[in-house]
């Protein structure tokens, strides 16, 4: 499978049981995840990561994607996991 099976070039989102998930999702987690794993990064930031991260959680759990892949980061694993 490749990712234009999953969503063709012209087409931006997708429904998955219910929840749209939009193209960029992952990669849209995934420099929210780097954010709050950079030490440097201020409380701003991290509050907006977090924020933005729990926008997405749905459509990632729709994605299954943390059922296929597990989180380094014990600290944010353990954050997503607390998450309803």
């Known amino acids: ?10 087409i931006d989102h997708t429904d998955i049981g219910g929840v749209t998930v939009r193209k960029g999702s992952v990669a849209a987690f995934l420099g929210n995840a780097r954010t ?3 030490p440097s990064a201020g409380d701003e930031a ?3 990561a977090q924020a933005h991260i ?4 749905p ?8 059922e296929a892949l597990q989180i380094r980061d014990p600290a944010l694993r353990a954050w997503i996991e607390s998450v309803e």
């Open 54 to 57: 729990r926008e997405l959680l």
């Open 36 to 38: 709050l794993a950079d």
């Open 46 to 48: 991290r509050a907006l």
């Open 1 to 10: 499978m490749r990712a234009h099976d999953i969503l063709p070039d012209h």
């Open 59 to 66: 459509a990632l759990r729709a994605l299954g994607l943390f």
